[in-house]
T-cell receptor, first 113, second 114 residues
Framework: EDQVTQSPEALRLQEGESSSLNCSYT??????LFWYRQDPGKGPEFLFT???AGEEKEKERLKATLTKKESFLHITAPKPEDSATYLC??????????????FGAGTTVTVRA | KAGVTQTPRYLIKTRGQQVTLSCSPI?????VSWYQQTPGQGLQFLFE???????NKGNFPGRFSGRQFSNSRSEMNVSTLELGDSALYLC?????????????FGPGTRLLVL
């Protein structure tokens, strides 16, 4: 059974205070790890896809990295508008031509001005 | 390019009723997946459709069903609603079934069952 665990559950930051979110996973045949941002009452917004260990991707103040067991989402010098819930999802092998997308519970980030 | 659209955005129903939710994927996308999101369970996979065929199904009772039309639009239906069905229902589309494909989500339909 695929498992995706995100930590911490909640993170309160001061504006400009950099931090990292963790996503640890156990999955058969990883085909992709996805990061999404979700604002209250809205659908998840795609941020990054990582495919193999050692891969890194950046977008504005966000940087995602991937190892064989976990992924980190680094937030550098966050602003209040970075406040959201960040979701991690992994796509793993279920059976021939069938891959399942499993989501973590998310990390809710609050950035205070 | 327009994103994934879902209708209606909000819905209030009573126990025992049934409900149908609609999803229009991004133009050109042929795969549509449905998820249920609740505070306690997070995002739970319901089912996935591609070319009008259900390709994968999550662990939900048979009261939850769906279909996909030839234009890739999809609907999901919940019959005999229960209080626990109150949730945000999310639809996501992708270009194909390739596992590396990114799923893009719609804004969701908020269902409240009274």
């Amino acid at each position: 059974e695929d498992q995706v665990t995100q930590s911490p559950e909640a993170l309160r930051l001061q504006e400009g205070e950099s931090s990292s979110l963790n996503c640890s996973y156990t999955v058969s045949g990883l085909r992709g790890l996805f990061w999404y941002r979700q604002d209250p009452g809205k659908g998840p917004e795609f941020l990054f896809t990582l495919y193999s260990a050692g891969e890194e991707k950046e977008k504005e103040r966000l940087k995602a990295t991937l190892t064989k067991k976990e992924s980190f989402l680094h937030i550098t010098a966050p602003k209040p508008e970075d406040s959201a819930t960040y979701l991690c999802a992994v796509r793993g092998f279920v059976r021939s031509n069938d891959y399942k997308l499993s989501f973590g519970a998310g990390t809710t980030v609050t950035v205070r001005a | 390019k327009a994103g994934v659209t879902q209708t209606p955005r909000y819905l209030i129903k009573t126990r025992g009723q049934q409900v149908t939710l609609s999803c229009s994927p991004i133009s050109g996308h042929r795969s549509v997946s449905w998820y249920q999101q609740t505070p306690g369970q997070g995002l739970q996979f319901l089912f996935e459709y591609f070319s009008e065929t259900q390709r994968n199904k999550g662990n939900f009772p048979g009261r939850f069903s769906g279909r996909q039309f030839s234009n890739s639009r999809s609907e999901m239906n919940v019959s005999t609603l229960e209080l626990g069905d109150s949730a945000l229902y999310l639809c996501a589309s992708s270009g194909s079934l390739a596992p590396q494909e990114t799923q893009y989500f719609g804004p969701g339909t908020r269902l409240l069952v009274l």
